[in-house]
């Protein structure tokens, strides 16, 4: 064999010179490559005549063993590539496998674990839908009424030993512990009521709790002997407020009443009890038209005989947000002070609690609701894709007083402050991109996180801080709101839905208010003049920097745009001015 004359001294000066095999395995696929071209002009190679290049640069037996590496390299590479391709497409069904299951779990209806479980039905079950009354609905729990909506027998003594007689708004009684005789009584009320069907998603523990709970005074009125309860008790308890009622400036009256017409055009034809009762009753999405919003942030707020009822079908005031909650009871003392004045009809009106517009009128590619209807329901904002009615709030704690003392404690000189804008708050999805993906994924193009990226490019014109993530997570360096008045200038950025809950308190402060230009907006926004109460800047605040550049030039002038600012809110802002625009 060939292999016994391979002389072991040439091996050995194989191996040293390393270099010199791996050039002559580039210089042999250099003649494969050579010989294949040679081939398709009809010229054949021999293998003597490859062997005889071969022998002068190394000697025959070592080119025929180095062709023989090459060729079992060759193999290897072979195998590897078939296996590979194995491997790559085994991957590639299962992603498309997986894709197809998930694909299914999005068009296929979601099953109702519940639907086909056997529950023992009562004797007094009507199976027709309940029919919300006409008036004096109780103010939390309608289970008594339904009772006798639906012809059945109540137990007066229940009534007289777990529901409250209402009591004036003054009055601050704690509702006595139950003995065990009473607790029996509850349970066995708790068997007997009827299954409210926007109630049936409560755990017991809830109710039960409802049963217990103090009574809450809604109006001040005679205690009444009647058996019959017109409020239900709830956790919610108006809150005593001081607040002095001032004249309000014809002007100012004129202004507000012509702003009342413009929000409340689309039903000038007059509005039916479908058209907001439909929106309360839309407790799951099976009975939400496709696009809309669940009804489960609302209430029903009347107003009978100088009196208010609230029904909360979906008891916000027990498990609900605290925000929601603190929302309500603002809305409730404004109430209270205009029943007071008793400049209020008989009225009831749907209020959602929510950031956003319970329904949309108009076609929009933002990420809020999608389906077209019109509905009179208020909510705490107004936008110019929705005919939803803005309800006026009271920013922050209903025991603060009057929004002109707001202003009191930040008399800091104009001259003394950094010709800087402010800013601080958390980092919120902006509702301007259809989806959440792509409002996390351009975090940086819109909303807050714009901020940050303008804070990179010139930090002598910005000091702004946030919290949550914008590609990467940030920490508030906190900043009180009156540590914010050695700043001249103060950034109104969106939160959620296009607005943001500080901007009546920042027209009241001694700096000048920079704001975003929304869709979205508070109740009495169209009252406000830019270059004349605030500075305006675009949505996408690509002419920030231009502003405040503008406003670090005419210092002067910006001072009286933030005297101006101040006198507008003490006359549009104040509770008085408040109290006009409600009715």
Known sequence: ???SRLSSRRVQRFQRNKAFSISYLVWSYYLDIVDYFKGLSGVHVLWEERVNSATSAMGKEHYIWLTTRRHNFSKTLKRMWYFGRKIWGFLFVLFVFCWYVSYLGKIMPAVDKTKHREVPK????????????????????NQLLQLRAQGKEVNEDLVKKFYHLPHSVTDEMENPSLDNTQKHDAESFKETRPNNQMNSKIPTEQKNKLMQDKAVPVSQHKK???????????????????????PVPRTVIKSLKSLVDRYLEPFL????????????QR????????????GVSCVLIQIVDHEIYVLDPYQITISGKDLYKNRLEQALVLIQKLVEKKSLPNVEF????????????????????????SRPIFTLIHCNFSDNLPFPMLEGSSHRG????????YSIPWTQKTDKAVFRGGIRD??????????????MDAGRGKLIQLQEKRQDLFNISVSGRCLKSYILKRLSFEQQQHFKYNIYAEGNCFWADRLAKQLFASFVTIKQDTPCGLYFEPLLQPMTHYIPTDYFFNDLIEKIEWAQAHDAQVKQIMQQANQWASQYLSFSAVLTFCP
């Open 402 to 409: 009057d929004w002109k003392s707001w202003d009191m404690s």
């Open 269 to 280: 034809g007059g509005i039916s009890k479908e058209q907001y009762m439909e929106v309360l």
């Open 122 to 141: 009562k004797e007094w079950e009507s199976k027709e839908p309940f029919a919300v009354p006409e008036w004096h609905l109780p103010y939390i729990n």
């Open 283 to 294: 407790n799951t999405y099976a009975v939400t038209p496709k696009g809309a919003n669940k």
């Open 224 to 246: 009444s002997s009647s058996s019959e309860p017109r409020n239900s008790k709830n956790g919610l308890k108006i809150p005593k407020t001081h607040i002095p009622v001032s």
């Open 350 to 373: 749907v209020l959602s609690l929510h950031d956003c517009v319970q329904t949309v009128s108009k076609p929009h590619h933002y990420r809020v609701a999608k389906h077209i209807e």
């Open 430 to 443: 902006s509702s301007y991109f259809e989806s959440r993906e792509e409002a996390q994924r351009k975090c």
């Open 1 to 3: 064999m060939w292999t």
